[in-house]
């Protein structure tokens, strides 16, 4: 598996890792359980095949790294709004049981899609937070700005929410991949994570404006996309790559 390094920082899959000191930390973008099938007439699983994709997806991405410390889970949990479907909570409560037996801690940051997400956590230990702040890095879904982030010492904003991704011209061919996006804002370092679900690239990183809570200079990030076998692979800044 291709990995881009920023000093501590590995962009790993569709994931970012950081390792300060011996703690080992993965953040991960929206999964979005529930994506596509809904409701409780579809049984035990909401979309069976997504989630195993989902799965096989953190065994490649665990396969690269020993056991962490914790796991950041950046919102967007499920994907329904109006309430915690039956796959859903089934998925979760066995999303959950997987990613307890990879780390020592879990910790969510609550996102706009997820209502009722404390009927899951309660009881497990897992931390259910509106952003949480750890070495200087501030952990949080990215859907709205909140105070605590602008806080002396954090240093680097990590988010999911916005679903970056970027499309490619080869020669006729129009192909959109996920991506990370990598920049600065207002002296501090600010990563925006793709969505780990599989249904659905995302959106083309120069048509999100209006999912940004703040006026980010999105041209001169740099784009990090996600490639085949979760290589992950580097193509300058957004505002250099051929326009669509």
């Known amino acids: 598996m291709k990995v881009i390094s920023e000093k501590n920082i590995k962009y790993l899959g569709k994931c970012v890792l950081i390792e300060e000191g011996k703690e080992k930390v993965l953040a991960v973008g929206d999964i979005h359980i529930g994506y596509g099938k809904q409701g409780e007439a579809y049984g035990a699983m909401v979309d ?15 396969s690269y790294t020993e056991k962490i ?12 709004f109006s309430g915690l479907e039956k796959g859903e909570k089934y998925d979760l409560v066995n999303l959950f049981d997987y990613l307890e037996k990879k780390c020592k801690e879990i910790i969510v940051t609550k996102g706009n899609h997820d209502n009722y997400l404390l009927e899951v956590t309660s009881g497990r230990g897992i931390r259910v937070t509106e952003n949480y702040i750890w070495k200087g890095y501030c952990f949080f879904h990215g859907d709205r700005d909140l105070l605590a982030i602008h806080a002396r010492e954090v240093k680097c904003w990590l988010m999911g929410h916005m679903h970056p991704a970027v499309k490619l011209r ?23 994570l793709p969505c780990f679900a599989d249904a659905g690239e995302g ?3 120069r048509e999100i404006e209006k999912e940004i809570a703040w006026n980010l200079d999105l041209g001169k990030f740099d784009v990090y996309v996600v490639g085949e076998g979760l290589e992950v692979l580097g193509f300058g800044k957004l505002n250099k790559i051929r326009e669509k």
Do not use: P, Q, W
């Open 170 to 192: 080869e020669e006729t061919k129009m192909e959109k991949y996920k991506c990370f996006l990598s920049g600065e804002f207002e002296g501090r370092k600010v990563i925006i």
């Open 69 to 80: 410390d914790k796991i950041i889970l950046l919102g967007d949990l499920k994907h329904s």
């Open 48 to 62: 069976e095949s997504l989630y195993n994709e989902m799965i096989h997806d953190f065994e490649e991405i665990f």
């Open 203 to 205: 959106i083309d990183a």
